[in-house]
């Protein structure tokens, strides 16, 4: 939790945020992340400095639980003085023992945010889905809880007034804005009227930005001139080269070829990552086998 020191800014975690989001959906399926396409609503979370602080703190948990579908976990929420802003026993459950920073008895409004992410810690747990190293796996953490619809709530917990911030969880604001808007996009959802922060809302702005930015790479038809034309001289270097594979770190696709197989290209998919795998034979759809999202490519 950065609280009046400096908050870190851009897309330094990306790479992760993307590994996270095709890890989601190979664990859950498509199928099941379909069944949050609904976020958790502002009005389910509101607190106010009138609630009791206890009873309210539970209120807000059983809705997280029942928003990530957990409806044999009994969550037990306290308050006390420590660096973090939360933390949550994992245990075999049914009943998980969740800390909060006692800052949130005088910031009862962002008590959700930190919910949505020590419920997601336990989310995980059950499913057994985590990355190798603390860094990482709070990331994920960050990640799951924010595609998954609850997560909006930790990005609008970030303020900037002049020289105090705050900022809740291990994502810059804009990463959690390019995974809020990766989830608006799939599912049609416009969260940008839920914000209370208007450094919130611009992080998401910057989010939406790069998520669309993600559609627009060759060799999807999205894709500007210059990408096309780019894409078009590496595939031409590809054949040239007796169809051998190309190293083209500096863009999203590559080429490749085995044998007498005719030259095939690999990138992600603009929605989950996952990467696609398709002949090189000019305009064609593609589909996504694990998000199943459908692509117009020009390969």
Known sequence: MADGGPVEHGFPHLETVRA?????????????VQTFATSVAPADVAFCDTD?????????????????????????VSFREMQHAANVELTSGPEY???????????????????????????????DLSFPGLRDNEILTDTAATYLGAGWLLLDAFREHGTSSQKLGYLTPEEFGYVLAKRALFFG?????????????????????????????PPLTAAGWAGRRRY????????????????????????????PEPLRVSFPCPTCHQRIRVPVRGRMRARCALCRTVLECDT
């Open 97 to 127: 023992f969740v800390e909060l920073n006692d800052r949130f008895r005088t910031h009862r409004q962002d008590i959700g945010a930190a919910l949505a992410h020590e419920v997601m810690h336990v989310y995980l747990h059950r499913l």
């Open 20 to 32: 996270a989001i095709t890890a989601l959906y190979k664990r859950l399926s498509y199928d099941t």
């Open 189 to 217: 959802e416009d969260p940008s009227t839920w914000f209370t922060s208007p450094q919130g809302y611009e992080a998401y702005e910057k989010g939406l930005a790069r998520a669309r930015r993600d559609g627009q790479q």
């Open 52 to 76: 009791d602080l206890h009873l309210g703190a539970q209120r807000v948990a059983r809705e997280m639980v029942r928003h990530y579908r957990l409806p044999d976990a009994r969550l037990i």
């Open 232 to 259: 078009a001289r590496d595939r031409r270097h590809a054949q040239e080269l007796g169809r051998a594979p190309l190293a083209a770190p500096e863009a999203p696709y590559s080429f490749t070829s085995s044998g």
